[in-house]
């Protein structure tokens, strides 16, 4: 389990601190970012379906957090997320973030959300962070 900065308690995705945050715990296995979640029904968008930024906010983090686990301090500078299938509210996922490459201060990152149930991706994105100075 990672140790948060105090800055970092009331982060939306892994603030122990903010009342209404997903409160996820990001783990690093085999230089690998690893979590797990499951939406509750304050995360749904419509007809019991987790809202599309509840997806995206999850894959951001586990990516970001296999930065933060090595040390490594960067912002999220773009994004690129595919929605692959509806994740029900209720439905337990895997969330898993890797290094594709680094060059100066750009790191390249891969982000999974896989459902425990039926080994279905949910979403897959690309994203660019860039290590701050």
């Known amino acids: 389990m990672n140790t ?3 800055d ?3 982060c939306f995705v892994c603030g122990p601190n903010n009342a209404i945050g997903l409160h996820l715990e990001f783990r690093l296995e085999n230089d690998v970012c690893l979590s797990e979640f499951t939406p509750e029904k304050n995360h749904c968008g419509y007809d019991k379906v987790t809202h599309g930024g509840i997806v ?3 894959l951001d ?3 970001a ?8 301090r960067a912002y999220t500078a773009k994004c690129d997320i595919r929605y692959k299938d509806a ?3 209720g439905t337990r996922v895997r969330l898993e973030g890797k290094c594709i490459k680094q060059r100066g201060r750009l790191t390249v990152m891969q982000g999974t959300m896989t459902r425990d149930d039926n080994g279905q991706v949910v979403a897959e994105c690309e994203a660019s962070f860039m290590m701050a100075v």
């Open 8 to 10: 970092a308690n009331s």
């Open 87 to 89: 994740l029900p509210i």
């Open 65 to 72: 957090n296999w930065l933060f686990l090595k040390g490594l």
């Open 4 to 6: 948060l900065r105090s």
């Open 61 to 63: 983090d586990v990516m």
């Open 56 to 58: 995206f906010s999850a």
